[in-house]
């Protein structure tokens, strides 16, 4: 499932999330990967007041569809996005 992974910036959130289903991951500020990410996630974090890490939130058709915070297996992401389709 991760070779329909994009970056995304702010200015390409909304067109990105409008006619899709969009998994964003909001993840912890020590994780080296995710420091070099925070300029794009940042942005997007702020939007939607996240507080609690890591945070999901699911996106169809340009509207919030679910969030979900905490670890999830692999069978709770498939069926989450699953149920969207």
Not at 54 to 77: C, H, N, W, Y
């Amino acid at each position: 499932m991760t070779e329909n992974v994009t970056e995304l910036s702010g200015k390409e959130f909304d067109n990105f999330t409008k006619e899709k289903v969009v998994l964003i991951d909001f993840y912890a500020d020590w994780c080296m990967p995710c420091l070099m990410m925070a300029p794009v996630i940042e942005d997007i974090a702020r939007k939607f007041r996240i507080v609690s890490l890591p945070t999901f939130m699911l996106f169809k058709d340009g509207k919030q569809a679910d969030q979900f915070v905490g670890s999830r297996s692999i069978e709770d992401f498939e069926e989450k996005l699953k149920s969207l389709l």
